[in-house]
């Protein structure tokens, strides 16, 4: 399991996210329901930051607080990322990646219509060698 994030930890989190989209024009989306002004996590566009056999790319990604999952959420913000990834700042093609075992991610990865590319599959180099988070699956979706 993650540890939630010390509050400095989560202040220097949204300050890289900040200046991604001052540098970039895109990034992680805070999420909110409609109507409502709570915060229930952040879903969005980002491009990561190591080296990988994939990259240069662009990943979308999502995380929801948990006591928000099961209504569909992650999957329409997540739409609603790539659409204005390809649409507004003209991508060319968005990943993602986990690991096989999250299941929940890999079904929203495939209710937006991204596909996997199981020549992608790598092993992820800030997880150390030999645990379960290093190997990962990826998955892509082109431009329309
Ligand atoms: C990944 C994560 C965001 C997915 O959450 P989720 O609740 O499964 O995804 P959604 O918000 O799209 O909800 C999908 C569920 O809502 C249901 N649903 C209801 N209305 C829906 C609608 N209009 N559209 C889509 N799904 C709908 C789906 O049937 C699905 O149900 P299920 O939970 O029984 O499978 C969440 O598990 C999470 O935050 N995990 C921790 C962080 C993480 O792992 N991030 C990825 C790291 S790589």
Do not use: C, Q
């Amino acid at each position: 399991m993650l540890k939630p994030l010390a509050s400095e930890e989560s202040d220097a989190f949204v300050d890289g996210i900040e200046k991604h989209f001052a540098e970039h024009g895109f990034g992680l989306w805070a999420v909110e329901l409609r109507g409502d002004t709570e915060f229930i996590g952040f879903v969005g566009l980002s491009i990561p930051r190591f080296e990988a056999p994939f990259m240069p790319a662009v990943e979308v990604g999502w995380r929801l607080d948990r006591r928000f999952w099961s209504h569909g959420y992650a999957t329409e913000a997540a739409r609603a990322a790539v659409a204005d990834g390809f649409e507004r700042v003209g991508l060319r093609e968005i990943v993602s990646f986990t690991i096989p075992a999250n299941i929940r991610s890999i079904r929203v990865m495939e209710r937006i219509g991204l596909t996997r590319d199981p020549a992608g599959d790598f092993e992820h180099p800030n997880v150390p060698e030999g645990h379960s988070h290093r190997h990962n699956v990826l998955y892509r979706i082109a431009a329309p």
